[in-house]
């Protein structure tokens, strides 16, 4: 029996580069389609949403000397880029799947409204918001805030390298404690990096809860499903 049957994950488009250093590593997408397919297969209806970093990021372009409203539009792009190989991946697997605009690019997929959304979920499909929320300034952190809230997700999964929440970084200190739950407040107060303070605000104004977890470890995705403790809670 699944604790939750609607949830929203968030990716980074780093994680689809595995080992390379830009890019979409074949092995790393097919191996991340998989955890999706995991629990589709469960009957949960699935919202995802990739980050575009492994082909390019917005604010990076700034400091090389990109606009800063274009260079978001490029990054949205990005996403659009990866959600497409998701698409491509998943389906490979027999997974049904729509991908969804925020900025109108038909044939590449369908612009996004709450309407569709409710279509492919009445389908069985998973459904990938690309394109972030179609506005510069606006992070894919925000995009999954956005579109989690809107589809009315019970949970927001935030995959990441590391397996939750910690009192540092703990890839540069070995004393860092990992968080098993925390609320908004206190990581909002504590100054920890989950997600930017719009995505932030988001979730906790609409008691939307979050789990962040390692998203390398197999079978990770699936246990939150099932209600196991994986990762930091995040809640109001």
Known sequence: MTKYKKVLVKLSGESLMGSGQHGIEPESLMRYSGEVKSIADL???????????????????VDKGFDRVKGDY???MATVINGLAMQSALESLGVKCRLLTAIRMEPVGQGYSKQLVGEAFSSGEVVIFSAGTGNPFFTTD??????????GAELLIKGTRVDGIYTADPEKDPAA?????????EAYSKGLKIMDLTAFTLCSE???NMVVFDVNKPGNLKKIILGESIGTFVKN
């Open 43 to 61: 009957g949960v209806k699935v919202g995802l949403v990739i980050g575009g970093g492994n082909i390019f990021r917005g604010l990076k372009g």
């Open 74 to 76: 490029m990054g949205m």
């Open 142 to 151: 925000s995009a999954a805030a956005l579109r989690a809230v809107e589809m």
């Open 177 to 185: 404690v990992r968080y098993d739950s925390i609320t908004f407040d």
């Open 206 to 208: 609409n008691n939307l």
